[in-house]
């Protein structure tokens, strides 16, 4: 199907795939960090890479991304996107403070950056296994794979699989915040199912494509 | 007076070219590739940022052709030609093709960085374009710029700072 011709119902579809999934990788986060922790209403953007970058705030632009592939009935790539800020308050945060900054000595911390991977591997392995459940489809996931860089360069490594076939992206993109008022995002958790997927979703769901 | 120099950016799977004293840019190449072909003499070059080694492995049937090396350097030769340069003139700088994540178990075109690499230069060969310099692999994401009058590329990484090939 052309991805770039989905209708509202498709995209309200995909969204409350997002809602469920990060509904559940949210509580997870909120037990690992004993903090209260909410999600933004998950967007359904169809974007060219090039768009998707400025999603991001622009290709250059300096961000932890973990990144995972999910296999199965159903094929994608999942980021956990973090600006550096983020990831060191996260870090602290899980470590009681005892670790402050993903780098040390101008090199990455490899304990802070365990500590990122494992909590992306729980969220990641809650959103999914709430999608699998919803859709009644299977898939395994990957270990969770870390890069500090510009934006454009670690993404690009995620759509390789789809740019095959698509010159778009469907992004299930949810923003999560901590409850406290003013609080600032913790981060974003991007679902990217390859284009031969979605109509698989759809028809799981039983809903035409 | 002094002249205003404009830098053409170029975005991923999308190429471009300049004539001098324009600059052409592209952001945060990752494992994809960034060949900037020039002339020195005219003062003419273009960048191509390309994300996929051949346009065999597209599932499209309008496909992108600035996205493969094979289609994009064939493009971008023929749009340097149309600008003024001369064929035997063209000379090449090619960077990129990092591999960002350690990946382990993932599929083979996950490792599409040096694939990348070695795409890129073939094609450059088949053109008789000579690769001049090169800053290719490793794990790092590269930002580069090129200037036709001095012929240096420059490059940016996160970790290193910026140098000039």
Do not use: W
Request: positive net charge; charged residues 20%.
């Amino acid at each position: 199907m052309d991805t770039k011709k989905l209708s509202s119902l498709h995209k309200d579809v995909l969204r409350e795939i997002g809602n469920i999934g990060a509904g559940n990788a949210t509580a997870s986060m909120s037990q690992l960090i004993n903090k209260k922790i909410k999600m933004e209403v998950p967007s359904v953007k169809i974007v060219t890479i090039n768009e998707m970058m400025e999603i991001l705030g622009g290709p250059e632009r300096l961000i932890v991304a973990i990144f995972f592939r999910f296999e199965g009935e159903v094929t994608g790539t999942v980021y956990f996107i973090l600006t550096v800020e983020e990831a060191n308050d996260l870090v602290s945060k899980m470590t009681n403070g005892q670790v402050t900054s993903i780098m040390k000595n101008g090199e990455q911390d490899p304990m802070a950056i365990s500590v990122l991977q494992e909590v992306a591997n729980i969220l990641n392995g809650s959103y999914l296994s709430a999608m699998a459940d919803f859709t009644k489809l299977r898939m395994t996931t990957t270990i969770p794979y870390l890069s500090i860089d510009m934006a454009a360069a670690t993404i690009v490594t995620g759509l390789i699989e789809l740019s095959r076939s698509s010159d778009y992206a469907i992004l299930i993109d949810t923003k999560i915040v901590g409850a406290e008022p003013n609080s600032s995002t913790k981060g974003h958790f991007l679902l990217i199912p390859d284009p031969e997927s979605i109509p698989k979703l759809f028809s799981a769901l039983g809903i035409s494509v | 007076m002094k002249e205003t120099v404009t830098v053409v950016k170029v975005g991923i799977a999308d190429l471009n070219v300049v004539k001098a004293p324009n600059r052409i840019r592209t952001s945060g190449l990752g494992s994809c590739v960034g060949v900037v072909i020039y002339d020195s003499y005219k003062q003419v070059a273009g960048l191509a940022h390309i994300m996929l080694p051949d346009s065999s492995l597209t599932k499209q049937e309008n496909f992108n052709k600035y996205k493969y090396a094979d289609t994009a350097i064939d493009i971008l030769v023929e749009k340097l030609i149309q600008l003024g340069a001369r064929k035997s003139q063209l000379k090449a700088k090619i960077a990129g093709g990092a591999q960002m994540f350690q990946l382990q178990s993932a599929s083979e075109i996950m490792r599409i960085g040096p694939r990348n690499v070695e795409a890129v230069k073939e094609r450059l060969k088949f053109h008789q374009i000579p690769i001049v310099s090169s800053d290719t692999g490793g794990n790092q994401g590269r930002t580069i710029e090129f200037d036709p009058v001095t012929t240096k590329l420059k490059i940016r990484t996160v970790n290193q700072g910026e140098k000039y090939i």
